[in-house]
């Protein structure tokens, strides 16, 4: 019989968060996905959803659009650059130069460690973080959820939801060799099965709003149009 592929770098931790996830959680109990296109609400005028101060969550498979949105956001100021704690910018940092060193769990450890102290810094002090990492496993959400709730800050969770053509379209695009395709399809699934809007609330989502993409003739400027932090 032929011999399964080797497991890419994104399928390992996924593959290690969700088996995680698994031990610790009554799955059963929680596996409500939902699938609500959440609307947005304006209390600041117009079409704008408004983003309270506070831990905000994007949700979505790798080429899914979220670096793409932050950056927009950056360049509307409607957050600053250091609010985006991005957890491939510090694994990076870290392992840019030796990616094996980088796959392992102890890796993981010491890039989530230092992404939680980034976090908790904005926090502590009043100050909007943005959790830029694909999220799509409960384990790797309730993790950050904790972290808000020492602080008594609001959680807003950004879904990022391209069916997978798009995505593997937009990695075809992107200079990212580290993510393959099955790496997306991976995601993509635990997306689909882990990530709807009613199980996020469930989780302790304050609120979880559809970021709009190529599927709705949406640019990351129009996207990111769509939502205030600082009104």
């Keep these: 019989m032929p011999k399964n592929p080797p497991e890419s770098m994104q399928q390992q931790r996924l593959r290690r968060s969700l088996n995680h996830?698994?031990?610790?959680?009554?799955?059963?109990?929680?596996?409500?996905?939902?699938?609500?296109?959440?609307?947005a609400r304006d209390p600041c005028g117009g079409?704008?959803?408004?983003?309270?101060?506070?831990?905000?969550v994007l949700v979505g498979p790798p080429a899914s659009g979220k670096t793409s949105f932050v950056r927009a956001l950056i360049a509307r100021r409607e957050i600053d650059?250091?609010?985006?704690?991005?957890?491939?910018?510090?694994?990076?940092?870290?392992?840019?130069?030796?990616?094996?060193?980088?796959?392992?769990?102890?890796?993981?450890?010491r890039v989530f460690e230092e992404r939680d102290r980034r976090i908790v810094a904005?926090?502590?002090?009043?100050?909007?973080a943005v959790a830029e990492s694909t999220n799509v496993t409960p384990q790797a959400r309730t993790r950050l959820i904790a972290l808000a709730r020492r602080f008594d800050a609001p959680v807003t969770m950004l879904r990022f939801t391209p069916d997978l053509d798009a995505l593997l379209r937009q990695q075809a695009g992107r200079d990212r060799p580290d993510v393959t395709p099955a790496d997306?399809?991976?995601?993509?699934?635990a997306m689909a099965r882990y990530a709807g809007a009613d199980r996020l609330r469930s989780e302790g989502a304050h609120a979880v709003h559809?970021?709009?993409?190529?599927?709705?003739?949406?640019t990351p400027t129009q996207a990111a149009a769509h939502f205030s932090f600082t009104c």
């Design 21 to 39: 996830h698994a031990r610790t959680q009554c799955e059963e109990a929680l596996d409500r996905a939902g699938d609500h296109h959440l609307e």
């Design 47 to 56: 079409r704008t959803t408004r983003v309270p101060t506070g831990l905000v």
């Design 81 to 109: 650059e250091d609010a985006v704690v991005s957890s491939d910018d510090i694994r990076a940092e870290f392992f840019g130069t030796s990616p094996t060193e980088g796959d392992s769990d102890a890796a993981d450890a």
């Design 122 to 128: 904005r926090l502590a002090t009043g100050q909007t």
């Design 184 to 189: 997306i399809r991976a995601s993509a699934a």
């Design 210 to 218: 559809d970021v709009p993409g190529n599927d709705e003739g949406a």
